[in-house]
T-cell receptor
Framework: AQSVTQLGSHVSVSEGALVLLRCNYS??????LFWYVQYPNQGLQLLLK??????LVKGINGFEAEFKKSETSFHLTKPSAHMSDAAEYFC?????????????FGSGTRLSIRP | KAGVTQTPRYLIKTRGQQVTLSCSPI?????VSWYQQTPGQGLQFLFE???????NKGNFPGRFSGRQFSNSRSEMNVSTLELGDSALYLC?????????????FGPGTRLTVL
């Protein structure tokens, strides 16, 4: 069985500050991990994903995440926040032998950016 | 390339009615999945269709059903609507729904049940 926990339902940072959104997973098999972003009144958009290989994954819009097996974490970071980053972010997990649609989403973290 | 489109974007129904939502996947994508998003339960997987066949199903009652046509377009039907069915229904398409495949989401249909 797999699960995802996102720490903090709401995170607020100043424009230009570091963005850190936390995600911890539980999986009985090596997981595939994803971060999605959802802007108001829109669907989800894939930011980045980890399947195998390099543990530091770079995504779109300057975001990156590092898979840390020892900590069962996949935290999302961005060095400098921009106003356009305000959105809801979802961490998600699937198993390598599972279809993409059987993805388990976290409860989401709403990111606010202060001017 | 056009993205995933969903119609209608907004829908208001009353309890006991039924509703049909439509999803057109990205051209060439054969897999279409449906999700329900609510503030309380978050994002939950409903079902997935591939080449007109339901391949995967989540834990939803039989009132929720779907189908896929030969052009990969998909419809989702909810019968005997309940207040708790109020949600954003998201459709996602992918090439083949393989492990790690990226899913492309539509903007969703917001269903309100009164």
């Amino acid at each position: 069985a797999q699960s995802v926990t996102q720490l903090g339902s709401h995170v607020s940072v100043s424009e230009g500050a570091l963005v850190l959104l936390r995600c911890n997973y539980s999986s009985s098999v090596p997981p595939y991990l994803f971060w999605y972003v959802q802007y108001p009144n829109q669907g989800l958009q894939l930011l980045l994903k980890y399947t195998t290989g390099a543990t530091l994954v770079k995504g779109i819009n300057g975001f990156e995440a590092e898979f840390k097996k020892s900590e069962t974490s996949f935290h999302l970071t961005k060095p400098s926040a921009h106003m356009s980053d305000a959105a809801e972010y979802f961490c998600a997990v699937t198993a390598p032998d599972s279809s993409a649609s059987k993805i388990i989403f976290g409860s989401g973290t709403r990111l606010s950016i202060r001017p | 390339k056009a993205g995933v489109t969903q119609t209608p974007r907004y829908l208001i129904k009353t309890r006991g009615q039924q509703v049909t939502l439509s999803c057109s996947p990205i051209s060439g994508h054969r897999s279409v999945s449906w999700y329900q998003q609510t503030p309380g339960q978050g994002l939950q997987f409903l079902f997935e269709y591939f080449s007109e066949t339901q391949r995967n199903k989540g834990n939803f009652p039989g009132r929720f059903s779907g189908r896929q046509f030969s052009n990969s377009r998909s419809e989702m039907n909810v019968s005997t609507l309940e207040l708790g069915d109020s949600a954003l229904y998201l459709c996602a398409s992918s090439l083949a729904n393989g492990p790690g495949d990226e899913q492309f989401f539509g903007p969703g249909t917001r269903l309100t049940v009164l």
